[in-house]
């Protein structure tokens, strides 16, 4: 590390003429953000590699979460602030005439993710090396991320997002530590020795290459590892079509499949959930065999983490290793596995459930379909052998039905744990979607309500009022996030909630300028900030949302006596690319800004702002800068949510459903300081048992809602004919399956609500100020805390990397 900046300063230029052969006064930000970088994880290594040696020296149980996607984002400067190096770095460099922020817009977001499921991933890694426990991530190394959303005439257009078109930094490839993995040909039986011995031969292989991240933590001495895998032609094929094979090889760790609401069923997703779990798998036992020699014991060092069911194959796979290589029988490897693997389910939506047709599933994976067979074989066993007779409740539970492998039955028989993402999520997972499951291992279930690194969610990209709070309750808040509490005493204090106020309209004046940089029109920061931004979905209903924008935009065309703050809202959300529905919603919401931003009568009052490409590092510009976070998914639709604790964590506050832990964000803050409209989990429910609602009627007697619906197809929008018919039919001809018709009316009257409370000011501040209290309680921390006395079995006590 650098005593001082100067030290820094000169180390740096050093490094960057070395590296580039050129003089500095010649170098390219890029060059200058490489170097940074490169110094930056050469710094860490030496506490990565003590961090290592003291895991193997301690033999502390380790924990492995699997996650098909890391949604990480840019990493220099949370590096930067978990090693204390942000002033230092900053101050030599400045002196160089280099900006740090400059050198961070050089470095590509890693997007390996969708949203909140890979963010949730991205943070835990944080909390758990700041929380000195030893956990690592393994996951894909996929060469394209998310897409790269661009907006034109309205429309989304999707180009691929070559993330690491300049090397990425922060990882090492360790080519030394390589796995080959097979896939397709056959297995064969055979007796030796008295014991039934299988041979899978004939196989395609593929070598997984790992490319290993520090994860830094923030002010403590542990680094721990995020491992990718990357695909690769094995030399040991000889295959006559070596360009085929090498560029299906290639492509299993292409690409991230862009939707995690739909489960598409492709044999290449497939190929990239086996080759994360095979290639993690024999890389955790390896190091685990070089300090432990018995597998009897691998759960009481060893815990693998299922991020949903995609890591699922882990199942199988470590039953395959245990009783094929290791020699161990059925009953002491299920024994060990189920020991070991826990899971997270991440969603009720029947959509999103994984199933593989056998077809594909069993010649792909020859071995790990005969042992799926063997598992589902037993547990049906088991079920005839509780409750004689029941054969629609063995079908309903079985693992393979109907021609299909069911991932979630998979993962529940085969964990020690299962999970929900929020209480109220935990509960319809109970009582509903698997309660026959949670019946029939009532132990096995239970509720870890999601967090968010504050870290990065807060201190990084919200300093002005990260510096406010320290200012007012000391830095105790950052370690002990409950701290954000001692907040409350502050709610009386005039000069502190001008403070507060005075910080969030810098933020508006910051994302202004942005939003003036990217869209080309300004838009008044003293007007409300109304936002939503979030993966595109039906169930999240930003119909919802711009529906209401027309009505708002409509009656202020026709009536004189309608007076409203004034709002700016805006919008930030990818569409799947095959989700025809999505993206008309985008459309419309740009056609919809179109027409109200050109309208003079509008101005002052009302605009409306698409964010093309939401990502991680965008959303670090919005949360800081918003007032309202709309969190209006259908009531037992969203899981959790993660961008809801965002927003309240930096003074935003919400109108929405209850759902997801809009249910815990209300408890918290109490429901004077929080919107709520809409119908509940239970109603929502109740409704969909028989068979939905009649749309028609509110489209017939609410003459808003009439209004606004027709506009969608009459020719209000000048050029769009036709294009709006697919939302026009969802509401109508499908009965809003979403219930956005039931419930606009309630929204109006919460949005109402919001537009008179903004203008109290001092009870706005007050909520706002209660809002970031509370908001301790969602940190990640507390969510890894969690998971590690309840479901790892790790006592953070105990297990501090810090005692060697
Ligand atoms: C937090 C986050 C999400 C999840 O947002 P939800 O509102 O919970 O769906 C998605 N994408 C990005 C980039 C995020 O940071």
Same mark, same amino acid.
Not at 75 to 86: F, P, T, V
Not at 345 to 350: P, R, V
Not at 432 to 457: D, V
């Given at each position: ?20 052969? =050129? +003089? ?30 003291? &895991? ?12 098909i996607?890391?949604?990480?984002? =840019? $990493? ?5 602030? +978990? ?13 160089? *005439? ?13 997007g390996l993710?969708?949203? *909140? ?22 996951g894909i190394r996929y060469k394209y991320g998310l897409f790269e959303?661009?907006?034109? !005439?309205?429309?989304?257009?999707e180009l691929p997002e070559q993330w690491l078109r300049?090397g990425h930094?922060?990882e090492?490839r360790?080519a030394?530590?390589s796995v080959e993995i097979p896939y397709w040909g056959k ?13 899978h031969?004939d196989a395609e292989t593929v070598t997984a290459v790992p490319y ?16 990718l895998w990357t695909a690769e032609p094995s030399r040991t094929m000889d295959s006559k079509h070596i360009l085929q094979y090498k560029k299906d090889t290639e492509s299993i760790s292409e690409f991230l499949y862009p939707d995690?609401?739909?489960?598409e069923g492709k044999i290449l997703r497939l190929k990239q959930q086996y080759l994360l779990v095979a290639a ?30 995609h ?34 389910? #991440? ?9 593989w047709?056998?077809s594909i599933f069993?010649p792909l994976l020859p ?11 037993? @547990? ?12 629609? =409740? ?59 690194? #504050?870290?990065?969610?807060? $201190? ?6 990260? +510096? ?16 954000? !509490? ?9 000069? @502190? ?73 805006? @919008? *930030?959300?990818?569409?799947?690319p095959g ?92 429901? *004077? ?24 009627? &509110? ?28 939302? @026009? ?67 953070? =006590? ?7």
């Amino acid at each position: 590390m650098f005593a001082d900046a100067a030290e820094f300063k000169r180390a740096f230029q050093n490094r960057l003429e070395m590296a580039y052969g =050129k +003089n500095f006064q010649y170098s390219t930000k890029r060059e200058q953000f490489h170097t940074l970088g490169t110094m930056v994880r050469e710094c860490v290594s030496a506490e990565w590699i003590r961090t290592n040696e003291s &895991y193997r020296k301690t033999r502390k149980k380790q924990v492995y979460y699997l996650s098909i996607e890391f949604l990480l984002g =840019k $990493l220099l400067r949370q590096n930067l602030l +978990n090693l204390g190096l942000e002033e230092i770095v900053s101050e030599g460099l400045a002196d160089l *005439g280099i900006d740090l922020d400059e050198l961070e817009d050089q470095e590509a977001d890693a997007g390996l993710g969708n949203g *909140g499921l890979g963010r949730l991933a991205a943070c835990f890694l944080d909390s758990l090396a700041s929380l000195d426990l030893p956990g690592h991530g393994y996951g894909i190394r996929y060469k394209y991320g998310l897409f790269e959303q661009k907006i034109i !005439e309205g429309y989304q257009v999707e180009l691929p997002e070559q993330w690491l078109r300049h090397g990425h930094v922060w990882e090492v490839r360790k080519a030394d530590e390589s796995v080959e993995i097979p896939y397709w040909g056959k297995v064969e039986s055979s007796v030796e020795n008295g014991k039934l011995i299988f041979r899978h031969y004939d196989a395609e292989t593929v070598t997984a290459v790992p490319y290993d991240i520090p994860v830094i933590g923030y002010r403590t001495r542990t680094v721990n590892t995020l491992r990718l895998w990357t695909a690769e032609p094995s030399r040991t094929m000889d295959s006559k079509h070596i360009l085929q094979y090498k560029k299906d090889t290639e492509s299993i760790s292409e690409f991230l499949y862009p939707d995690d609401t739909h489960d598409e069923g492709k044999i290449l997703r497939l190929k990239q959930q086996y080759l994360l779990v095979a290639a993690s798998l024999k890389s955790i036992i390896l190091t685990y065999k070089k300090q432990n020699t018995s597998l009897l014991s691998l759960h009481d060092h060893v815990a693998i983490h299922i991020n949903d069911t995609h890591p699922a194959l882990a199942v199988p796979e470590l039953m395959r290793i245990l009783i094929d290589e290791e020699g161990f029988s059925w009953n002491e490897a299920w024994h060990i596995t189920r020991n070991t693997l826990s899971y997270t389910n #991440h969603t009720t939506l029947s959509e999103a459930l994984e199933r593989w047709p056998t077809s594909i599933f069993q010649p792909l994976l020859p071995r790990i379909y005969m042992i799926v067979e063997e598992i589902n074989e037993r @547990f049906c066993r088991d079920l005839w052998e509780r409750e004689p007779g029941s054969w629609a =409740k063995i079908e309903s539970m079985a693992i393979i039905a109907n021609g299909e492998v069911r991932m979630a039955p998979l993962a529940i028989i085969g964990s020690h744990s299962v999970n929900g993402v929020a209480k109220l999520h935990t509960e319809i997972l109970k009582k509903r979607e698997m309660r026959l499951f949670a019946e029939t291992f009532p132990e096995r279930f239970n509720n870890k309500t999601n967090g968010i690194t #504050h870290r990065r969610w807060l $201190l990084k990209s919200n300093p002005s009022l990260s +510096n406010l709070i320290t200012g007012a309750i000391g830095d105790g808040w950052i370690r002990e996030t409950e701290k954000l !509490e001692e907040l409350l005493s502050f709610k009386d204090d005039a000069g @502190f909630l001008q403070e507060l106020d005075r910080v969030k309209s810098a933020n508006k004046e910051r994302l202004a300028g942005i939003i003036f940089e990217r869209n080309g029109f300004s838009v008044d920061p003293s007007s409300i900030f109304d936002v939503q931004v979030k993966r595109l979905h039906a169930y999240k209903r930003q119909l919802l949302n711009v529906l209401h924008i027309m009505y708002m935009y409509n009656r202020m065309k026709e009536d004189p006596g309608y007076h409203f703050y004034p709002r700016t809202f805006i @919008f *930030g959300a990818k569409a799947s690319p095959g989700y025809y529905f999505a993206k008309k919603v985008i459309k419309l919401i740009n056609t919809v800004a179109e027409k109200i931003n050109r309208d003079k009568d509008a101005e002052g009052r009302l605009k409306v702002v698409f964010l093309e490409n939401y990502r991680v590092s965008l959303a670090e510009d919005i949360f800081p800068a918003s007032d309202i976070s709309e969190q209006i998914s259908t009531s037992s639709k969203e899981a959790s949510g993660t961008g809801n604790m965002k927003f309240m964590m930096n003074g935003a506050l919400t109108i929405g459903t209850l759902d997801g832990a809009n249910v815990e964000i209300t408890e918290l803050v109490g429901r *004077g300081n929080i919107f709520l409209f809409g119908l509940t989990a239970e109603e929502v429910l109740s409704y969909q048992k028989y068979g939905g609602y009649h749309s028609h009627e &509110y489209y017939h007697h609410d003459k808003r809602i009439r209004q606004v619906t027709d506009q969608l197809i009459n020719g209000f929008f000048p050029d769009t004919e036709n294009e709006f018919t697919a939302i @026009f039919d969802s509401l109508l001809s499908h009965h809003d399956q979403y219930f956005v018709y039931r419930d606009f009316a309630s929204y109006v009257k919460a949005q109402e609500k919001v537009g008179k409370s903004f203008q109290e000011r001092e009870t706005w501040l007050k909520s706002s100020l209660v809002n970031i209290a509370k908001s301790g309680y969602f940190s990640s921390d507390r969510t890894i805390l969690e998971y590690a006395k309840e479901i790892w079995k790790i006592d953070p =006590k105990t297990q501090s990397s810090l005692d060697i």
